[in-house]
């Protein structure tokens, strides 16, 4: 029996898990795995929704129902809803419960609250966003130096599965040393086994957003937009490979070339290898307390305002 049979994507244990304990070659496993054609009409849906996004990432499914309205398209909240789940994506200031982790992966508790980032490798984050191409999308994993605004690592994929996020880590790491604290949402990528192994056997402490606050991890959300508006926008990528190409030319400048006004218009390359120059500082709007439910409903809400506009 040729041993790609025992893999399972339905079993309970991890498909990263099942390779390694196998013996086979997790690309031999994805080449073999057929992704779902979307169809054309929500293909121009998730466009739309991208762009809309892009410029208001507080909006959630409702208020993005009313934008696609005026942009000409009539579709239901449920439909949208889907569509963004797939696309990963959440208003920054969500109701309670609307962004779950995997139920048996552990979550860690956020330790960037009210701490000043003053070193290059203090602390890393990532995040998964979504990029379309002409014929439906894709999605692009980053991992960035708070202190410097450096992209270390970027890997993209055709699904939301955590190899690719696996992989953008461990480059990382290789090229680039161990971080201090290295922070992500909840999502089920950064949540499983295989991340945050990779995370512990490095030594690494692991800290995760509150539910919901995608402003904890802001300098990410940030690095979305840019590359949004001045790269993929613009280019209209039609393929995977083409995009890949186009990223690849574009991270480079946006390291080596592109000045940064919070930089003092120097670049991340030249910030991250002299350690002066960059910086940020996380506020804390909650005290030492821990969270509790007001945090994660209507409080929370006026807590993401307020923290858009002081983190520097």
């Avoid at 956020?110 to 439906?136: F, H, K, M």
């Avoid at 950064?190 to 192994?197: D, K, V």
Wanted: proline share 4%.
């Amino acid at each position: 029996m040729i041993r790609r049979g025992w893999i399972d994507a339905a079993d309970r244990v991890p498909l990263l898990r099942q390779c390694a304990l196998a013996g086979v070659a997790r690309s031999t496993v994805y080449a073999q795995r057929q992704p779902t054609e979307p169809s054309e009409q929500d293909v121009e849906l998730c466009h739309a929704i991208d762009e809309i996004y892009t410029q208001w990432p507080f909006y959630g499914s409702r208020r993005m129902v009313v934008e696609l309205g005026r942009h000409g398209f009539r579709v239901n909240r449920k439909r949208v809803q889907r569509l963004m789940r797939g696309m990963g994506l959440a208003g920054m200031a969500p109701g309670p419960m609307t962004s779950r982790p995997h139920p048996e992966h552990k979550v860690y508790p956020y330790l960037l609250r009210g701490v000043s980032i003053t070193r290059p490798n203090q602390v890393w984050s990532t995040d998964v966003t979504y990029i379309r191409v002409a014929r439906g999308f894709v999605y692009l994993v980053a991992i960035i130096d708070w202190y410097s605004r450096k992209v270390l690592s970027w890997r993209v994929s055709n699904t939301m599965e955590a190899s690719f996020c696996v992989d953008a880590l461990e480059s990382a790491l290789r090229l680039h040393g161990t971080p201090e604290i290295f922070n992500s949402d909840q999502g089920s990528q950064f949540t499983s086994q295989a991340f945050t192994g990779v995370l512990k056997q490095a030594g690494v402490a692991i800290s995760m957003d509150g539910r919901g606050r995608a402003f904890d991890n802001i300098f990410v959300e940030r690095l979305w937009r840019t590359v949004k508006y001045e790269d993929v926008y613009v280019k209209g990528y039609a393929s995977l490979g083409e995009l890949t190409l186009g990223l690849s030319a574009y991270f480079s400048f946006y390291n080596a070339q592109r000045p940064h006004q919070s930089l003092e218009n120097q670049t991340p390359d030249t910030v991250y290898a002299l350690g002066t120059g960059g910086g940020a500082a996380s506020p804390d709007h909650f005290g030492h307390q821990r969270d509790t439910a007001q945090d994660h409903d209507t409080g929370q809400r006026c807590a993401a305002a307020a923290k858009a506009e002081t983190i520097t």
